[in-house]
């Protein structure tokens, strides 16, 4: 049996997540459930992506309205909205929010040594630019670079 608090950390949700373009691009599921998502990442935004993990953690009470799919889905386009980057390494995969150090209350200083290998520079920075121009071509007023 998983510990209550075992592998997840209290987090503070800012309400600039309220204003967020990259969420707005989202379903409203997506949206309406992200918050819960953000618990899976430690101080730095990192995450074990296993999906048969991730579903039942979140949505223990939820398991009879929400399938595995529902969430599958909702990550990628957490993904495909420049939200999420995930990257595999010694046969495990990884997710990584960008934007954690923008929303993240804690400096460099106070966060806790992440246990889990930092997303690869190179990978990361390439995500970002495709995203940027995916978004700089979408119909001008309709959005912008979600960074």
């Not at 075992?6 to 800012?14: N, P, S, W």
């Not at 399938?67 to 909205?81: H, Q, R």
């Not at 966060?111 to 930092?118: E, M, T, V």
Request: hydrophobic share 35%.
């Amino acid at each position: 049996m998983i510990k209550r608090g075992a592998l997840l950390r209290d987090k503070t949700i800012r309400c600039q997540i309220c204003y967020s373009k990259s969420l707005a691009r989202c379903s409203e599921r997506a949206d309406s459930w992200f918050h819960r998502f953000l618990f899976l990442g430690d101080d730095w935004g990192r995450f074990e992506f296993d999906i048969d993990i991730i579903y039942p953690l979140l949505f223990a009470r939820r398991i009879a309205e929400i399938s595995k799919e529902d969430v599958a889905g909702w990550l990628k386009e957490y993904e495909d909205w420049g939200m999420l980057f995930r990257w595999s390494e010694h046969e495990r995969e990884y997710g990584f929010w960008v934007n954690n150090d923008t929303h993240s209350p804690f400096t460099e200083k106070r966060r806790h040594k992440s246990k889990l290998p930092p997303p690869p520079e190179k990978e990361l920075e390439a995500y970002k630019q495709r995203c940027s121009k995916k978004f700089l071509s979408e119909p001008k007023g309709k959005s912008s670079p979600p960074f």
